[in-house]
């Protein structure tokens, strides 16, 4: 308590010393005038409740002096805490705040009604997701979920929770190079393949030929790189010349903007027959460059995610393609991973993780889902059964200029 004696000896040399009953302090003389004042002012009684309030103060003193000791000396982890970090890495793809975080969170308190879920979301700054997971894991997570801004600088994130004896699940995003515990996403280089094929098929179907614009994603996302992959791998032999191509930093929509813009003026506004974008934010940049530019009709345009936005371009025949990837399951069963982690469950959760991909330094145990390529020609099954999932709410969907496709596709609102 070397503290509190800081804290009573300060009071001590503020404070008057008690009074006896005879009006003399204890510890030293008052002049006789001073203890003749105070006898006249101070009857017997009055002294004594004095007294008694004065110990009441110091009591009162030593109490909080000896509370704050113990509240500064406590781990703000708690050794016992079942804590649950969830990472995700920026806003501009709408997924994260509108399906990933409620769907985990959600799946989590319904599994585990005495977890705590420590969210951060890093707006697509590497620097600023590296100091989240600092402070989680001095807030004490016992599991960490990270989809990381950049695939390969999350590895030394993955190395400090290793350090600190806390499983890290890859979601969505593989971690590369780095001993992580599980990895949970889609089949990626499907994902482009999807992209590609459908357009490839698309406008040999309409009887063009001809140069395309491709609009990757960011350079930092591992995914990105495996969607570019896929789409190479079909658009490489198709007949169709890449005439540009760009990777967009951040995935936004603006950047992609520019970059179709820039497109458009070396190629002009007929040099082009398609546009393979790698998400349906990219790919409403794109559209937008295009209506800009007076481009009528909008040649087909990919993406992916199944934005609210891009299905209604879909039924309304603005954009050709997106794909569904069902973020329910992928939600739902890391919430199931990281439950049954930090219950020290890991024969449940290797059961969950059946499939293994490598990241360059192991092959991680994995949950890989299946994509789904939507069209306005398949709006009925593919649309129905987003809907059908609780993914979207026809009523959301079937406004406005896509009122008609709805219709049209027999999804009604």
């Avoid at 003389?29 to 007294?51: C, F, I, K, Y």
């Avoid at 975080?101 to 997701?129: G, M, T, W």
């Avoid at 939507?374 to 809907?387: E, N, R």
Wanted: aromatic content about 4%; glycine content about 8%.
């Amino acid at each position: 308590m070397a503290d509190d004696k800081i804290v009573i000896s300060r009071a001590q040399q503020e404070k008057p010393h008690f009074l006896s009953d005879s009006g003399v302090k204890g510890g030293y003389h008052e002049p006789a005038d001073s203890q003749q004042e105070v006898g006249n002012l101070l009857p017997m009684r009055a002294r004594r409740a004095l007294r008694l309030v004065a110990v009441a103060a110091v009591a009162a003193l030593l109490a909080a002096a000896c509370s704050t000791t113990k509240q500064s000396n406590t781990p703000s982890g708690g050794g016992g805490a079942k804590k649950i970090a969830l990472l995700l890495p920026e806003t501009k793809t709408t997924r994260y705040e509108a399906q990933d975080r409620p769907l985990f969170e959600a799946k989590v308190k319904a599994l585990c009604p005495d977890c705590q879920i420590l969210y951060q979301n890093a707006n697509q700054d590497s620097a600023k997701q590296q100091n989240q997971a600092d402070a989680v894991l001095t807030n004490g997570a016992k599991v960490m979920v990270l989809d990381p801004v950049d695939s390969a600088s999350a590895a030394s994130i993955a190395a400090k929770a290793k350090a600190k004896g806390v499983p890290v699940i890859s979601y969505d995003r593989l971690i590369l190079n780095a001993d992580i515990a599980y990895y949970i996403s889609f089949d990626n280089v499907q994902v482009g393949k999807l992209q590609a094929q459908s357009l490839v098929d698309k406008l040999k179907k309409d009887g063009k030929t001809g140069s395309i614009v491709m609009i990757n994603g960011s350079p930092t996302d591992n995914n990105a790189k495996l969607f570019k992959q896929g789409a190479h791998s079909v658009l490489d032999s198709s007949g169709f010349k890449i005439a540009r191509q760009y990777d967009t930093p951040d995935w936004s929509p603006d950047k992609a903007q520019t970059e179709m813009e820039q497109a458009i003026t070396a190629l002009g506004k007929t040099g082009f027959v398609g546009v393979y974008a790698a998400n349906d934010g990219t790919g409403g940049g794109a559209i937008a460059a295009m209506k800009g530019q007076g481009i009528t009709p909008i040649p087909p345009v990919t993406g992916q995610d199944a934005e609210l936005a891009a299905v209604q371009r879909i039924l309304s025949g603005e954009q050709y393609m997106t794909v569904y990837k069902a973020i329910k399951p992928e939600a739902e069963d890391t919430a199931q991973l990281a439950v049954d982690l930090v219950n020290g469950n890991t024969a449940d959760a290797n059961s969950l993780a059946n499939k293994t991909q490598n990241n360059g330094q192991k092959d991680v145990p994995s949950v890989i889902l299946t994509p789904i390529a939507v069209t306005k020609d398949t709006a009925k099954d593919t649309v129905g059964k987003m809907i059908s999932d609780g993914f979207l709410k026809a009523a959301d969907i079937c406004t406005g200029a896509a009122a008609a496709g709805c219709q049209a596709a027999g999804i009604s609102s």
